[in-house]
């Protein structure tokens, strides 16, 4: 391993750590940064034959069917619970504004509110809203844990592949 690599396999193991925080605090799309850092790394680091390779095309299919899932899981979900798109929506935009008023708790806090306040004005009644707003959130800590759990397979992956190869 010449020096060049070995300070590419650092850089990309920062990566895919951060990617992984950011998994957990949103302020990084982690799991594209996961699957990034496993991405340079087989291309730069210092892989050799066709390993770096097979450990690729594995996060690539982990991060595809990981990100496929939370979508697909949750969204399920929310349309039996009878939340609306329009009141995720609304959730969203304040958790974006609430990013910025308050950094990092503001876009959960901006999410609930403004998801209340959207199926509030769609019910009419608060009582009725909050079971909505909560399975919303169950909704949302779900896709939070598929893309956890896919962004920590993708590092095991990475970190197989580092010894392996």
């Not at 509030?120 to 079971?131: F, N, S, T, V």
């Amino acid at each position: 391993m010449t020096d060049t690599e070995g300070i590419v396999t650092i850089l990309c193991g920062v990566t895919i750590l951060v990617g992984v925080i950011g998994v957990i605090v949103p302020i990084v799309p982690g799991l594209i940064l996961c699957w990034l850092g496993v991405l340079v790394w087989s291309i730069f680091g210092d892989g050799e034959g066709v390993g770096p390779w097979i450990v690729l095309a594995l996060a690539t299919l982990v991060t595809l069917l990981g990100s496929l899932v939370k979508y697909l899981w949750p969204g399920r979900n929310l349309k039996r619970g009878g939340v609306s798109n329009l009141s995720l929506l609304a959730g969203g935009v304040l958790g974006i504004v609430g990013f910025f008023v308050v950094p990092v708790i503001g876009l959960i806090l901006g999410f609930v509110l403004g998801l209340w306040l959207a199926e509030l004005a769609r019910l009419r009644e608060p009582r009725l809203a909050w079971p909505s707003t909560k399975h919303a959130l169950q909704a949302v800590g779900l896709a939070l844990l598929v893309e956890l759990a896919a962004a920590l397979i993708v590092t095991g992956i990475w970190l197989v592949g580092l010894v392996v190869t």
